[in-house]
């Protein structure tokens, strides 16, 4: 999985809960994403990061906040989960905005 | 119209089969076409990336761009029961969201090739 990580790679949790996923790389590249997957919709992408400190919105990032402290470390928190955040969560990285993205082994979440 | 359109199966084929997965696309601007293969709970791994239109070829996997037709294919020669996983179309265009690169995906086609 070129050098990604994800933890915890399953977690149960209740409604209104904060939950924090961590994507961890090293492989030194510039660009981070989180996407979740879910059946009838695909991969769809959260939030990116394209510096320390820098990140953008996706596609679907309301109820999402991310943070990048350090280059390999990216950080996704769901403020209080509900069960429509049920999903599988993918992390990514790339070395620049157009090259191929590889990806983490995923994170199970399932929000009771 | 979504943007990216691509029939989820699931595909059925015998091995040794040739197998066509393909997706069709509404935004011009595309430029970055990329197959993914995804493993049954795995993290989709990276199987061609193409820019232009025309083929390309990497073993028994040739990708297709058509960009007049917004159409691209993936063909997989002499099927085996381990190229059975589900293969994601993916594309991107400069400047998408702000940002360069980013990706979107299609739905996915499950395929499964049997001994």
Known sequence: DAGITQSPRHKVTETGTPVTLRCHQTENHRYMYWYRQDPGHGLRLIHYSYGVKDTDKGEVSDGYSVSRSKTEDFLLTLESATSSQTSVYFCAISAGGLDEQFFGPGTRLTVL | ?115
């Open chain 2, 1 to 115: 119209q979504k943007e990216v359109e691509q029939d989820p199966g699931p595909l059925s084929v015998p091995e040794g089969a040739i197998v066509s997965l393909n997706c069709t696309y509404s935004n011009s601007a595309f430029q970055y076409f990329m197959w993914y293969r995804q493993y049954s709970r795995k993290g989709p791994e990276l199987l061609m990336y193409t820019y232009s239109s025309g083929n390309k070829e990497d073993g028994r996997f040739t990708a297709q761009v058509d960009k007049s037709s917004k159409y691209i294919s993936l063909f997989i020669r002499d099927s085996q029961p381990s190229d059975s996983a589900t293969y994601l179309c993916a594309m991107s265009r400069p400047n998408y969201g702000g940002s360069q690169g980013n990706l979107i995906f299609g739905k996915g086609t499950k395929l499964s090739v049997k001994p």
